[in-house]
């Protein structure tokens, strides 16, 4: 199972790529590989397989997720960044 990840703002600064695809069924566990890939990422947005205050997660554009436990199905398109992005 292929989830796609897609880095905005601070997020894509410390992990150093725009994109990424990731291998897994829940959002913790995503986040929490994404801790193991990029330390530089872990430092500042992620801590114990979860988002740190100040960023979000939204799945396919549709809407926000932040529950560890939120099942992610093949091909879906997770995009993080910083809660205060956008206009």
Do not use: W
């Not at 114990?48 to 879906?76: H, M, W």
């Amino acid at each position: 199972m292929a989830v796609h990840i897609e880095f905005f703002g601070i997020p894509r600064q410390r992990a150093g790529v725009a994109k990424t695809t990731v291998q897994t069924g829940q959002l913790g566990d995503v986040l929490a590989e994404l801790e193991r890939r990029y330390p530089a990422l872990a430092e500042t947005c992620l801590q114990d397989g979860q988002l740190r205050p100040g960023y979000t997660a939204n799945l396919g554009g549709d809407r926000f997720i932040n529950d560890p436990s939120t099942e992610l199905a093949d091909g879906d398109v997770v995009l993080i960044f910083s809660a205060d992005a956008g206009g």
